[in-house]
Every structure is written in structure tokens, then in C-alpha cells.
């Protein structure tokens, strides 16, 4: 059976690509690799199939996409495996994504049975006014490699169930899980056209669907030098674009912090996914008076973590990087930070291949170097002393990015005053784990526009029609 899906049917180009497994560079699978004359076929597929999916009552779209995570549900363990060969992840963190991708098509088969629109009031006594609210059109979904099942369902749930059809693509690197996830939807009942799937060069796909007539949003997830491009690209045709882009998130640790609970919350924040997370922390903030503690409790639990196969028994605490080229930028900033003056707190680890990176956390990180400054999207992180509330304030928020930022303190007035002062859109107060399917999700500044998730997630793939009526 193909990867590519144009208009209900599953085949592949001729050529073909092969997806491999991080681990050991063995072969997990192949994809057909096309460009812009199958993602121009896939749009057209998707014009032709939303007048009727746009029609289609919200109840009868909630049933397939609810059938639809009854599927994923079912085989998350087939899918998790899979998404851990081809990504690297650990198995449970793949398992644990198939099972969260499941929820978002729960969550918005959900949503769209609730009532939509408004009744405005009126001023003359023959006239009414309404709004309620229409599919946008088709969509173009774009997606990448680290987390390849739920980044894609959090757009794919919101849009089918708004009634909106779509183009989408996913990454080379990670794919066969997601085209695994996409065939639950057809599984479900989705009629042909409705969603289509291509592979190929992301900028050649890319262009095909935004000069595509009959596209009207375009979703994506990645780099904001790429979102850059594809908003520019957006305008050409007035595209809404809905972007979720390069985070450099600060987790902030003030004196008053349940440091064990702080250090607990670090581990998660900063080496989920082998720290390859948007919403990942990149740099930790610590107040003066507890920096040793949280330092020394750090690097003691860093210095614990074992490093292997995602799939092995017992499972390792940190899996490998997508590939060689991540490991070689991730320790480029680490040597940069110490040929500056950073000190190494962490151990050499005994790495099992060259797709590997060591975690590592350094301080007294210069300023100016990387490390300080950039995504790592790696397992490597410095420790930053502040004194002051307003030290802190200043620091995490010195940056272009405005995904995502955490701190931790037992004061609930600094939990207001700090949440309403970081410039962030996501925000975890004592909490490492913030994405859940029914809260907004989205960044400011150059991380991106629009959120995903929630019931403003659906309204990204709406349109408000004003009715007014003469009675």
C-alpha cells in the first residue's frame, strides 16, 4: 500500500525515499517521493471535495473523527513502535504521542456539536442580525519531524471538524507513524478528497499548495526563518497563516521554589524528546540564593540519566537526536559556551552511536555565546544566576522568541505578577508539561501567529458570515 494519498486512493510516485532509524541508521520504511505535480493533484482533490464536506452536518463529521480516535487509540502500541524506530524516541514518550494525538480528535469531535455563532441585537424593528460561522476552505497542513503525530493532529482535528478539507504534509525524516494515523481517518469513514497527504521537498510542496486557488489557510509547524518564508509567501495570495514557530524558552527558579520539585519539572522540560521541543526549556534562570542547590540536585539527576535505544529494556532515560547533523549543531554550542569560560557540572557519557548527544549543563554560560542566545532543541542547557524579580523578568523575556517560558515558586502573588509579565504565550507555573488538547497553544513575537487547541484553535479554520435580515 502507497504513502501518498490523493482523492481517497493510496499510491507512490516512482521515486522513493528511505526513512530510517536514528538508533542504528537501519531501514524502518519507505515513502513515495513526489513534489509540486502530485501536491497540485492533492489540491485540487481537496477543492473538489469541500463543497460537500463543508456541507456535512457537525455530527456526522464529529462521528468519524470520534471513530477516528478510537482507532488511534486502539493501535498506539503498532504506531508507538513504529514512531519510536523512525524518530528515536523512547517508547513510552512515542506511545504517549499516539495516545495524545487520539485526544485532539476527541477534543474537537467534541467541540464542533457545540453551538456556534451569535445573535446580535438590533436597533431598527424590522431588521435582525446574526453571525455564524463557515468553513475557511482547504487547508495546508505542514508539519515536522519531532513530533510528527501530534503536531499534525492538532491541526488535522480542528480543521476536518470545522468542515474545512486538507493538503498536508509531513516530514521526510519522521513520516511513517503519521501516514499510519492518517490511514485511521480513512479507516473511519472520511470521504475521499476531504484529506490528502504528499511527500516530497518541502518548499516545492509548499509553493504548490499556497499557489493553489482554492487554499485558504495554511498551519504550520517549524523554524521561524521558514515561517518567515511561507507568511511571505501567504500574503502573495492573502493566505491566512497560522504559525507555530522557534521557541528559546527560560524556566525561572525564584528562591522561594520547592527546588526538588523545580529540578523534577527540568528534567521533563529540558529532556523530553532528547530536548527536541518547540516548547522545550533552553535556559534555566536560577535566583542567587538557590542556584548551588538546584545546580548540584541538576546535575546529580543529569548524571543518573542512562543513554540508548528508545526501544531497549529497560528503557533509557534519553533516546538519540533525529540524526548526526542535530547531534554536531547541539555540540557546537556546547563547545563554543566552554572554549568562552563555562563550566562543566555533568559527566561524560559512553554514547552508543553517532546519532547520540550527551546531556550536558553548563554555568557560568557568556552571554553572547549560542547557548545563550538560540534554540538548542538538544539536550544541553546552561544555568543562569539573577537576583531580582524584575532581573528575571528581563532575561527571559530578552529574546525574539515568545513560545513558551516556566517558573517555579511557592509565592501566588509572583505567580500572577510574572505569568501577566512573561512574554510568552504558553506559560507553566510548577508545571512542566503545559500542551493539553483543550487550552490554546501558540506563541508571540517571532514564535509564531494564532493558537491551536481550544475552541479558538477550531476558529483558526472558520469564517464569521454577518447575516442581515429584513423581517
Request: with cysteine; aromatic share 6%.
Amino acid at each position: 500500500m502507497g504513502t501518498t494519498l490523493i482523492d481517497g486512493r493510496w499510491s507512490d510516485p516512482a521515486e522513493r525515499r528511505a526513512v530510517v532509524n536514528p538508533v542504528d541508521g537501519s531501514v524502518v520504511g519507505h515513502i513515495g517521493y513526489g513534489g509540486a505535480a502530485e501536491a497540485t493533484a492533492a489540491a485540487d482533490a481537496a477543492a473538489a471535495a469541500f463543497p460537500a464536506w463543508a456541507d456535512t452536518p457537525g455530527r456526522a463529521r464529529a462521528d468519524i473523527l470520534l471513530r477516528a480516535a478510537e482507532l488511534i487509540r486502539e493501535r498506539a502500541p503498532e504506531f508507538g513502535a513504529l514512531l519510536a524506530r523512525e524518530a528515536g524516541k523512547r517508547r513510552p514518550e512515542a506511545v504517549g504521542e499516539i495516545g495524545f494525538s487520539a485526544e485532539y480528535f476527541r477534543w474537537f469531535a467534541e467541540e464542533v456539536r457545540r453551538p456556534a455563532g451569535a445573535v446580535h441585537p438590533y436597533e431598527a424593528a424590522d431588521r435582525r442580525h446574526v453571525s455564524i460561522r463557515r468553513p475557511a476552505g482547504v487547508v495546508a497542513s505542514l508539519t515536522p519531524w519531532n513530533f510528527p503525530c501530534s503536531i499534525q493532529a492538532r491541526k488535522l482535528a480542528p480543521a476536518l471538524a470545522a468542515g474545512c478539507t486538507v493538503v498536508a504534509r509531513v516530514s521526510e525524516k519522521a513520516p511513517l507513524a503519521a501516514v499510519e494515523m492518517i490511514r485511521c481517518l480513512q479507516d473511519a469513514g472520511l470521504p475521499a478528497g476531504v484529506l490528502n497527504l504528499v511527500h516530497g521537498p518541502a518548499a516545492e510542496i509548499t509553493d504548490a499548495y499556497l499557489s493553489h486557488p482554492a487554499v485558504r489557510v495554511v498551519s504550520f509547524t517549524g523554524s521561524t526563518g521558514v515561517g518567515r518564508s511561507i507568511m511571505q509567501k501567504a500574503g502573495d495570495r492573502i493566505v491566512r497563516p497560522l504559525l507555530e514557530l522557534g521557541g528559546n524558552a527560560p524556566f525561572i527558579v525564584f528562591d522561594d521554589a520547592d527546588v526538588d520539585a523545580a529540578v523534577e519539572g527540568a528534567m521533563l522540560a529540558k529532556f523530553r524528546n532528547t530536548g527536541q521541543s518547540c516548547i522545550g526549556a533552553n535556559r534555566f534562570l536560577v535566583h542567587a540564593d538557590v542556584q548551588q542547590e538546584f545546580t548540584d540536585k541538576l546535575a546529580a539527576a543529569v548524571d543518573a540519566m542512562s543513554v540508548g535505544d528508545g526501544l531497549a529494556e529497560p528503557v533509557p532515560d534519553l533516546g538519540p537526536c533525529i540524526d548526526e547533523a542535530r547531534v554536531t549543531v547541539v555540540q557546537e554550542l556546547v563547545d563554543e559556551a566552554l572554549a568562552a569560560g563555562a563550566k562543566k557540572v555533568t559527566r561524560d557519557f559512553d554514547l552508543p552511536g553517532p546519532a547520540f548527544a550527551a546531556p550536558v549543563i553548563l554555568t557560568d554560560v557568556p552571554s553572547h555565546v549560542g547557548l545563550a542566545r538560540e534554540e538548542v532543541f538538544g539536550p544541553a542547557a546552561g544555568i543562569f544566576a539573577f537576583r531580582t524579580e524584575s532581573e528575571a523578568l528581563a532575561l527571559a523575556n530578552g529574546t525574539e522568541m515568545g513560545l513558551a517560558a516556566y517558573f517555579y515558586t511557592r509565592d501566588q502573588a509572583r505567580v500572577w505578577r510574572v505569568a501577566e509579565h512573561l512574554d510568552n504565550g504558553i506559560v507553566g507555573i510548577n508545571n512542566a508539561l503545559p500542551s493539553v488538547a483543550f487550552a490554546p497553544m501558540g506563541g508571540t513575537k517571532q514564535s509564531g501567529l494564532g493558537r491551536e487547541g481550544a475552541a479558538t484553535g477550531l476558529e483558526e479554520f472558520e469564517e464569521v458570515r454577518y447575516l442581515s435580515m429584513g423581517i
